[in-house]
């Protein structure tokens, strides 16, 4: 397997050239620095994000106190009323609407996020308290405490490609978890001390700052953007490495031999992909000490590791295909770069791009951009990453990723094979 | 078995409006050891890319064992180039290896080849050392050794002793021979050193501008421009050297007479017994010898009364 050759050899000459596999490596950390200082909303004052609130809850009576309570209005109330840690700004500008109305402000970007309650909300909420309430007396019977089904779905509601979607959906679903955990201790606290406590006081009262949010900014929408760019950019070293063995001759070499453009490429496609894995881990790492909010626990950063490595292995798939057509080092660079920074704003790694719709796929429409491999890997990455997604919210991107790669790098192995390993001209 | 290996046929190659490589043709037999002699820019190494078909020639074709470069088995040719082409950072014994999958040698063979080549070329103590530690004598062997580690039918060595110290290049030499004589391979070398050529080569081509200006053995080629020994001269005043020459050219018994970078070279049977009679003549011209040494006839006279003029370097 002349293939095995060339990526043992590919792999010594990256781990015994010190300089240049340090500077790899520590590209993505810098860059990650660099972007999360910028983005990080360092020295930045928090906004109130702009939300729109559609109530459709019909209400509940409480089981014990035979109360009614609506518990749509008083989420609202406490949405009205969030500020940011330590500080009297308010989380949300809260514009109680209705959903046509919420749609159409989303569409003008008037507001970042709508919320919609269910009618049932309170509902579950009260079998949600009922449930806590039984749960001492029941232990030990056997009998399942939530024995009807009452799941209440409040949708968040947005444009994923949107920034000020990214980061208010994220502070939205923290206050949504805290809300609920609240619920939860105070009925447990309701029911061990006094008797009567009413609850929604207690929430009234103590949803003021909610911990966490204080640090929800920009970046946690940017970070796979980010990652995306310092992916991208290993287009232009692959380049450089592999036009390098044109310019030495040791490619002239091997094309007297019966190498051929396959071996010479997937030989070296093994040890770079594992640069590119490396660099998405330092690249999460790195992320994450600078305070990168990212959702879905370590499933999402395993995910997101398998997506990055599909965009490496894309961005070492274009480096073959510039190589086919540079002759030296420099030339490599400026082309290398030419293409990836302008590829990483056409994937949306910055900034949203307006739609361009060429067609529908499986439901999903797919746009101009989709062509490009490293678009689906962001999605994928964000859907992770920022929305806290699993393998179903990212498994139609990641094949359309895994596609796009063999087609670029079947591409390059063509482009390599008829520009570099015939007779010269 | 056919006894002309490679042929070449109305070879042309022009980069552009300048031609490079003037309707070459030869034919070069199995087993032998074949010279390019001509200076830097000759064409000698655009010529050579274009027989191991690394470089499309823009006319013309090349045989190899009657089938055209492009077509015959890989691994019939290996090729040193001139300059050094290696991995900095694979060590010799990984270098060879490497060139050896690549060239499918199997795997006990490789390894059998590998400690031959290591040994034969002195290398073998630095087997495991990369190469961007090794001296530049090393870096040419392991070059060479390159080249070969496939066994190639047809060696091409384009100025293996470019830059090689007197003991290399002897150590070099030895082993060109050792694989025309102990092998059987053919050898292909260019050179812009006569003596190379003339020690090493069975024939030589004397190539300039691109254009094939001889092709025979190096004897035969010494032996048409006249045996017999040359006188280098260099005179008081320069400025009559023309004068001076037309008057020497005159004398009986000699061959021929040039002037080289404001050197007299003077071409004669017994040179030494027609000194006094040059003397006269100098004499005559009221000049004085700075410097004069008598030696044999070599390649290098044959290129200058081809072409007019020295070698460039």
Not at chain 2, 6 to 27: C, P, R
């Amino acid at each position: 397997m002349k293939f095995i050759s060339i990526a043992k050899k590919d792999f010594k000459e990256l781990i015994r050239d010190r300089k240049s596999l340090a500077m790899i490596l520590l590209f993505p950390l810098f860059f990650m620095l660099v972007f999360g200082f910028a983005f990080g909303g360092m020295g930045q004052s928090n906004q109130p994000h702009n939300l729109a609130v559609v109530n459709y809850d019909k209400g509940a009576t409480m089981p014990i106190t035979g109360e009614t309570v609506n518990f749509g209005n008083n989420l609202t109330k406490v949405l009205e009323d969030s500020k940011y840690q330590d500080s009297d700004v308010h989380l949300f500008d809260v514009n109680l609407t209705t959903e046509s109305d919420a749609n159409k402000k989303l569409e003008a970007k008037d507001v970042d996020a709508a919320l919609i309650i269910p009618e049932n909300f309170s509902q579950s909420m009260v079998a949600m308290i009922t449930s806590t309430m039984q749960q001492p007396l029941t232990t030990g019977t056997g009998t399942s405490a939530s024995s009807f089904n009452a799941t209440a779905t409040l949708i968040i509601r947005g444009d994923t490609g949107y920034i000020g979607f990214g980061t208010s959906q994220g502070i939205l679903t923290g206050v949504l978890e805290q809300y609920k955990d609240t619920l939860v201790t105070q009925t447990r606290s309701a029911i061990t001390g006094s008797s009567g406590a009413e609850t929604t006081q207690y929430i009234q009262s103590k949803v003021e700052a909610i911990s966490g949010t204080g640090s929800f900014t920009t970046f946690d929408f940017l970070a796979p953007g980010m990652m995306v760019f310092a992916i991208l950019l290993l287009t232009t070293t692959v380049a450089s490495a592999l036009t390098r063995e044109v310019e030495k001759g040791t490619l002239a070499r091997l094309k007297l031999s019966n190498m051929t453009s396959f071996d010479i490429l997937f030989g070296g496609l093994l040890p770079w992909s594992l640069i590119a894995g490396v660099q998405v881990v330092i690249l999460l790492i790195v992320a994450v000490l600078i305070g990168f909010h990212w959702q879905g626990g370590l499933n999402s950063l395993i995910f997101a590791l398998f997506v990055g490595i599909i965009g490496g292995i894309a961005s070492i798939s274009l480096g073959m295909i510039i190589a086919a057509f540079t002759r030296n080092d420099n030339q490599a660079g400026n082309l290398g770069t030419l293409i990836s920074v302008p590829t990483s704003f056409l994937v949306g790694a910055f900034f949203p791009l307006p739609q361009v719709v060429i067609g529908h796929l499986w439901g999903q429409s797919f746009q101009i951009y989709d062509i490009l491999p490293w678009t689906h890997v962001l999605y994928a990455l964000r859907a992770t990453l920022t929305f806290g997604g699993g393998w179903d919210a990212i498994a139609y991107h990641v094949g359309w990723a895994a596609l796009l790669t063999a087609v670029l790098f079947v591409i390059g192995v063509v482009l390599f094979s008829k520009n570099r390993l015939r007779a010269d001209n | 078995m056919n006894n002309v290996i490679i042929e070449v046929q109305d070879l042309k190659k022009s980069f552009g409006g300048f031609l490079a490589v003037e309707n070459l043709n030869l034919k070069i037999n199995r087993g032998e050891v074949f010279g390019f002699l001509g200076p830097n820019g000759a064409g000698k190494t655009t010529s050579i890319n274009m027989m191991v078909g690394l470089l499309r020639p823009s006319s013309g074709q090349v045989l190899i064992d009657g089938r055209e470069v492009q077509e015959i088995e890989k691994g019939t040719i290996g090729i040193c180039p001139q300059e050094l082409v290696l991995w900095d950072y694979l060590t010799c014994r990984e270098s060879l290896m490497l060139m050896g999958d690549m060239y499918e040698v199997p795997g006990a063979k490789l390894k059998k080849r590998v400690d031959k080549l290591l040994d034969d070329l002195f290398l073998t103590e630095k087997a495991n050392t990369v190469v961007s530690q090794l001296s530049g004598g090393m870096k040419r062997r392991l070059n060479l050794a390159l080249a070969l580690i496939h066994e190639p039918e047809i060696v091409v060595l384009d100025e293996p002793s470019e830059g090689l110290d007197p003991q290399s290049r002897r150590v070099l030499w030895n082993y060109i021979r050792s694989l025309r004589d102990d092998e059987g391979k053919t050898v292909i070398l260019t050179t812009h050193l006569m003596d190379e050529a003339d020690r090493l080569s069975d024939r030589v081509a004397i190539i300039d501008h691109g254009k094939l200006l001889r092709l025979d053995t190096p004897s035969n080629l010494k032996k048409e421009t006249g045996e017999g020994d040359v006188v280098e001269m260099i005179i008081s005043d320069p400025g009559k050297n023309q004068e001076f020459i037309n008057s020497v050219k005159k004398l009986e018994g000699i061959y021929g007479v040039v002037e080289v970078n404001s050197q007299i070279n003077i071409r004669a049977r017994d040179a030494v017994g027609k000194l006094p009679l040059i003397m006269d003549e100098l004499k005559h011209f009221g000049l004085r010898v700075v410097d004069l040494s008598v030696r044999q006839n070599t390649l290098e006279d044959v290129f200058i009364d081809l072409t007019g003029t020295g070698l460039r370097e």
